[in-house]
Every structure is written in structure tokens, then in C-alpha cells.
């Protein structure tokens, strides 16, 4: 079984969500068939806790936190993927961005 497409996930904060989405889709990696700007996101809660070395966005050096932010959802051509991750890192604000990259079989 292989695959052409996949499907990324990225948790932001909203704010960064229309910046991001505009320019994956300047670069031609939000379209599918006769649409661009081909996305959707979830508000979610997450919790995270900066080590040592951290240099966190939100919260302080030890303490567990808590909060806001969003999960943006979208597929792309698999070799399209390189660009994504490098525009996703670029735009991104947090220290170390999470994302996944989920092979779709269709």
C-alpha cells in the first residue's frame, strides 16, 4: 500500500493560525482540486512544563502549565512536506513547534 497525500497537525496559538495558513497557501500547499485555503482547526486545552534550558513563550522554568490554544488541520502532496515542516518552524512562535504528519491512504 502506498501513499501520495498526507495529513498534518499542528498546535498553535490562534493568532498564529491566519499568518500560517496564508502563506502555505501562497506556496501552493493548501489546495485541493479546484479550492485553496483548505484548512480547519479545533480551539483545544494543553498543558506543558518548561525544563531547564527552556525558553519558553508562555509560563516559567518549572512550573506546570495550562492553557489555550489551537489545532490546525490540513493535507498536502507528500512531497510537498519538506516545505510545510520548513514554513510551519519558520512562522511557528513557540520554542520547539508540535506538529504530526499522518499518511493518508485514500
Request: hydrophobic share 35%.
Amino acid at each position: 500500500m502506498t501513499f501520495t497525500r498526507v495529513k498534518i497537525e499542528v498546535y498553535l496559538p490562534e493568532e498564529t493560525i491566519v499568518p500560517l495558513r496564508n502563506e502555505l497557501n501562497e506556496q501552493g500547499l493548501l489546495t485541493v482540486d479546484h479550492y485553496d485555503h483548505v484548512v480547519s482547526y479545533t480551539e483545544v486545552r494543553g498543558y506543558w512544563r518548561p525544563l531547564q534550558g527552556a525558553d519558553p513563550v508562555n509560563g516559567r522554568i518549572g512550573e506546570l502549565c495550562y492553557g489555550p490554544e489551537c489545532k490546525m488541520e490540513f493535507s498536502c502532496n507528500y512531497h510537498q512536506l519538506p516545505k510545510v515542516k520548513q514554513l510551519i518552524e519558520t512562522i511557528h512562535p513557540y520554542e520547539k513547534p508540535v506538529y504530526y504528519v499522518i499518511p493518508l491512504f485514500v
